[in-house]
């Protein structure tokens, strides 16, 4: 099993898909390095981890800072002496029309979702260099694939980083993975990042009537982690299949 002893970063690592990747990862015998900004949260994570026999560690991470991504992938590299796999997996989705100018929640939504996702391949890639090997994994979104209104914003971040992620992949020779997973609807709280609440309540409703398990998009995690160092799957969409 080629995930048996990997060590892996996860950002947004204290709930939803960040929280089912961590547990699942660890059960297969990851060694899993959990950041996230509650740390109460991560720190939560990770005793679930060691009560089922896992390795972890956890620091609060704030994506939108480079420094603790940086402090991030250092901690993996002292507490387990190397860096296998990192899952950009942090990302908010405050959808509104562009007319209701919302322009602070577009800010945030590029600090996070796109300048997050590049700090953590500056962190990774000098490591990844170093021990020539690695895999970027990165957590995208169907929202890129079928563009719908109220999402301008949150669909253009999630399509900025699938260009990044081709052009990295195109650029990490034959030694580094990369893998996008775009979600469709998942059972997690990213729903509470959308500040519009009627397009909340609105979307709330859709997902719980057909959203599937944050487990669906570990399992792709996990599946893309766990193959030959040659073979490459650089994207899987998971969505229900009662998604439009």
């Not at 991504?69 to 990192?86: H, K, N």
């Not at 577009?106 to 997050?116: A, L, M, R």
């Not at 959308?194 to 998009?217: F, K, N, T, Y």
Request: net charge negative.
């Amino acid at each position: 099993m080629t995930i048996e002893n990997k060590v892996v970063v996860i950002t947004g690592a204290g709930s939803g898909m960040g929280r089912a990747t961590a547990l699942h990862l660890a059960e297969r015998g990851a060694r899993v390095v959990l950041g996230g900004r509650r740390e109460d949260r991560i720190a939560s994570v990770a005793a679930d981890i060691k009560a089922i026999g896992g390795d972890s560690a956890y620091r609060s991470t704030d994506v939108t800072k480079r420094e603790d991504l940086t402090a991030l992938v250092d901690l993996a590299c002292s507490e387990f002496g190397r860096l296998d796999v990192i899952v950009n997996n942090a990302g908010i989705g405050p959808l509104s029309r562009f007319d209701a100018l919302q322009v602070n929640e577009w800010e945030e939504t590029i600090d996070i979702n796109v300048k997050g996702v590049l700090y953590g391949i500056a962190a990774a890639l000098p490591v990844f260099g170093k021990q020539q090997s690695g895999h970027v994994i990165t957590v995208v979104s169907t929202a890129g694939l079928r563009v719908l209104p109220k999402m301008g914003v949150y669909a253009a971040s999630k399509n900025a980083v699938r260009t990044i992620m081709e052009a990295l992949r195109q650029e990490s020779g034959p030694n580094i993975r990369v893998t996008e997973i775009s979600p469709g609807a998942i059972q997690t709280e990213f729903l509470k990042t959308v500040g519009d609440e009627a397009e909340q309540a609105r979307l709330r409703a859709w997902s719980d009537r057909i959203a599937i398990p944050a487990d669906s998009i570990a399992r792709a995690i996990a599946f893309a982690i766990d193959q030959p160092d040659d073979v490459e799957i650089g994207s899987i969409v998971v969505r229900p299949t009662a998604q439009d």
